[in-house]
């Protein structure tokens, strides 16, 4: 069922509240036996990052709204720019995010958006 | 009389702990929070949506997630399964922070209800805090930074909505910009294990293939696939390591 079957408010509800508040609640009752070091542990973090990294590639390749219709180099470019940026500059994130909208903004004006 | 000494500092500390929006993670976050506020109206989320969403869930991974989900008409199990995966990290998060701040009397209901405002910057800014802080402040401080961090970034997602959807097209465009380059640079910076690398690098680079494959499914099968590559290739160098 999606969001638009069961409505969005009861969509949040079940998959964003629920998925997320269920690990805090086990976190109180003794998670305690799950280990920072557990193999297992260290999958979880592996997978949720990798889950995480999909998420924003989809926003930089399937852009909704404004950015939908604009060239995808121009925006793997703004991101590439930035992220050079952020670790030439021994992660200054300030430096590196400010890098990557300054490009993508040059891009857009450009291409007179 | 020592009562209400106690009842006082407590008011005390959760005053102290709300002071910690003022801090340069608060500033990071509710940056962050603008973010998203123009990603979920570019994404289709209403105000209401997305102001409910950032209150009752209150992770902004997790947010993510929905936010896709809903944007590309997955179900609300797979939304639900994605969502956990990147939510489990908050079981261990929660079970280190509890025995720091509860008393012997603090009851469960109470944990279970101030749980939900556990994030990664209330939770990394009170762990830090919470050594120069007396036992009976430690909930109150907790409460105080936990609760009013949700509360001001609910805040600023309502009342950013309408002047996110009124901006020039290339504001929007940027602002739609910072969500993304936040969570690239901010896992990279506070990854501890070389595997988070493998995992970031992998997840960009097969999520275009999932999306192709499996375009309902595809935030879970980038995890799966992308996260236990990642844990293999990290477990064998490890391996060889020792």
Redesign the interface.
Known sequence: MTAHEIGVFVFILIAGTLGTDIWRWLGVFGGKQLSEESEALIWVRSVATALVAGVIASQVLYPGGVLAGTPVALRIGAAAAGFAVFLLLKKNMFVGIAASLVVLAGGLYWLGI | MTDMLAERSRSYWFVQGMKGLFSLPGF?LMSAFVGFTA?A??????RG?AT??TF????L??????V????S?????A?????????????????A??PEIREKKTS?AL??FL??F?AITAWVYTLKKVQDIPREGRLAFFAGLGITLTLVNTAIVFSLYGVVSQLP??????L??????????????SAR?P??Y???????I???A??YVAPQI???V???????F??VI??SRRRRAS
């Open positions: 990071i990603l109206f570019q994404s289709g989320l209403t949506e409910f969403l009752f869930v209150w992770a991974p997790s947010q993510m997630i929905v896709g989900a809903i944007s008409g997955m179900g609300v199990l939304a639900f399964l994605a969502v956990s995966l990147a939510s489990i990290r908050m079981t261990p998060m929660v079970a922070l509890v469960s944990l279970i749980s939900h556990v097209p290339i504001a929007a465009g940027t739609y910009f910072l969500t993304p380059m936040y969570f690239v640079m901010s896992i990279w910076e294990q595997v988070i493998w995992a970031l690098a992998l997840g960009i097969v999520a275009p999932s999306h595809d935030m879970l980038t995890g799966l696939v992308a996260g236990t990642a844990y990290d477990r």
